[in-house]
Every structure is written in C-alpha cells, then in structure tokens.
C-alpha cells in the first residue's frame, strides 16, 4: 500500500537558519503530494502541493519540489522564523490508485520543529 | 467564514458511553472525511464519503459510524467508547479527484 515516511523529530534550529524536512514515499499511482502545518492546539492547515513530477510548490517561503525518479518531496525554507515552530506532516493522495474515486490522504507521522531566538 | 466546522471542540467522558462529533462544511463540496490522530501525532483516514456513499473504511470498529444527513454534513457516532479512543478527531472536506483537502479545529476526546 502507499506510505509516507519523512524524517522524526524534533527538528531544533536557530531563527534564520535553513531548513530541510526529508520527505519521502510510496505509492501505487501517481499521487499528488502535500505539505500540511499543525500549529500547537490547531487542526491542518495546508502548507503547499504538488501534482505532477517536477512541479514545485511554495508558500510563505516554504518550497517543496515533486521528485519522481528519487520519490520525494522534501521541504525547504531559506531562513525560519521563531513562528514556524508547528508540526509538519507529509502526505500524499493516490486518485488513481483509488479507481477515480475519493480517496483520503496517507500522512506520514509528522516533524516537530522547534526555532529558537 | 469557518470553512470546515466541527463540534464540540473537547469532549470528555466515561468508557461505555455513547457520543458524537458533528462536522459542518461550507466549501460545497462532495467529499468528507474523518481522521483520528492519536497521541503520537499520527494521523489515519477513518471514513470518507462521497454522495452519501461510504468510499472508505479503513480498519475501524464497527462501534464508529459516519452518518451523512446532507452533503454538508458528516457526523461520527461513537458507541461503547473505549480508554484507547481517546485521541483527536478531525473532519476534512474536498472535492474528489486528489484535490486538497481542508480540516476541521478538531475535536479532542478523553474517555475516562
């Protein structure tokens, strides 16, 4: 079946840093990829998608690019921010694999991050 | 506007209970979920439904039932409530076809 594994936390870096959350996954179709933030006490806000091989997603700052020959879809920001700490959670939703119809999301199990002052 | 809606937002109660969690979206469109995120922060589909049919049911107990009274609306009646139950609920909507699914505040549950 289709997973998403991307890399445990927390992830600790120093306001302005750069940062890499790996991402990576399986599937049997040719998903579409997300990036999804979880804010302490929120629900999932969508952070950036993409929906074919070699589409980059981006949003506030965030960027992430859909890899098809290495199954990844790392995300990326130049310099973080003390208001990025949240969770991330990687996902993937496999339309075609689903017989056309409405499929839920495969999430991996998030990356907690932490930016400190 | 609150896009996807969801009630209550806490809800706390004893083992062999019965309960249910409400969800509301105002987006139009044809497919809602539910989600269980447990305390490690995973996340798993529990149900979707598209049209008011079932699309989706995953390996969850028969004691959670979805319940679609129009297609803005996807309730989760919980029967018997169990210790491991305890979690948080979310509900998304989207359109079908891979589109981005957008989530409901959640709903916290503590079973006692």
């Known amino acids: 079946g289709d997973s998403v594994t991307q890399m445990e936390g927390p992830v600790t870096l120093s306001e302005e840093a750069f940062l890499t959350i790996n991402c990576t996954y399986t599937a049997t179709g040719y998903p579409s990829l997300f990036w999804y933030v979880q804010y302490p006490g929120e629900g999932l806000q969508l952070l950036l998608k993409a929906t074919k091989a070699d589409d980059k997603g981006s949003n506030k700052g965030f960027e992430a690019t859909y890899r098809k020959e290495t199954t990844s879809f790392h995300l990326e920001k130049g310099s973080v921010q003390v208001s990025d700490s949240a969770v991330y959670f990687c996902a993937l939703s496999d339309f075609a694999a689903s017989g056309g119809g409405a499929d839920g999301l495969t999430f991996g199990k998030g990356t907690h991050l932490i930016i400190q002052p | 506007d609150t896009a996807v809606s969801q009630t209550p937002k806490y809800l706390v109660t004893q083992m062999g209970n019965d309960k249910s969690i409400k969800c509301e979206q105002n987006?139009?469109?044809?497919?809602m979920y539910w989600y269980k995120q447990d305390s490690k922060k995973f996340l798993k589909i529990m149900f979707s439904y598209n049209n008011k049919e079932l699309i989706i049911n995953e390996t969850v107990p028969n004691r959670f039932s979805p319940k679609s009274p129009d297609k803005a609306h996807l309730n989760l009646h919980i029967n018997s409530l169990e210790l491991g139950d305890s979690a948080v609920y979310f509900c998304a909507s989207s359109q079908p076809g891979g589109e981005t699914q957008y989530f409901g505040p959640g709903t916290r549950l503590l079973v006692l």
């Open positions: 987006l139009g469109h044809d497919t």
